[in-house]
C-alpha cells in the first residue's frame, strides 16, 4: 500500500510563493490520480487540484486558477504543488491524497492521504 509525505509548507509573506512535494513510498504511485486539498483552522477540508495518473489533465478549484500548479513526476514517486501570489486566505494544512477516480474533486474518492503540511501567510 502507497504511503504519502507532504513537505515544503512553511511561513511565507502575502504575494510569495511556495513549492509543496508529495513523496510516495511504493510503486503503484503512478496508477492514482494524486490530489491536493486544504483545510484551515476550524473548517472543512477542500480540493485544491488534482492531475490524472499519467499527469495530461489537471483540475483546480477555481479560486485557485492560475496562481496552484499541479504536477507529478512518476519516475520520482513525487508529487508538487506550486502556489504563488499566495494570500493569507491560503493558510492552512496541505494534504496530498491519491484517487481510484480519474480527475476528482470529491474527497470521499480519496483513499490515501498523507499526513499534512502547513502553509501559514502572513499579510
Known amino acids: 500500500q502507497v504511503q504519502l509525505v507532504e513537505s515544503g509548507g512553511g511561513l511565507v509573506q502575502a504575494g510569495g510563493s511556495l513549492r509543496l512535494s508529495c513523496a510516495a513510498s511504493?510503486?503503484?504511485?503512478?496508477?492514482?490520480?494524486m490530489g491536493w486539498f486544504r483545510q484551515a483552522p476550524g473548517k472543512e477540508r477542500e480540493f485544491v487540484a488534482c492531475?490524472?495518473?499519467?499527469?495530461?489533465?489537471?483540475r483546480y478549484k477555481d479560486s485557485m486558477k492560475g496562481r496552484f500548479t499541479i504536477s507529478r513526476d512518476n519516475a520520482k514517486n513525487t508529487g508538487y504543488l506550486q502556489m504563488n501570489s499566495l494570500k493569507p486566505e491560503d493558510t492552512g494544512v496541505y494534504y496530498c491524497?491519491?484517487?481510484?477516480?480519474?480527475?476528482?474533486?470529491?474527497?470521499?474518492?480519496?483513499?490515501?492521504w498523507g499526513q499534512g503540511t502547513q502553509v501559514t501567510v502572513s499579510s
Open positions: 492531475t490524472s495518473r499519467a499527469d495530461e489533465g489537471t
Open positions: 491524497a491519491l484517487s481510484s477516480f480519474y480527475r476528482s474533486m470529491n474527497i470521499g474518492d480519496y483513499h490515501t
Open positions: 511504493g510503486r503503484t504511485f503512478n496508477t492514482y490520480t
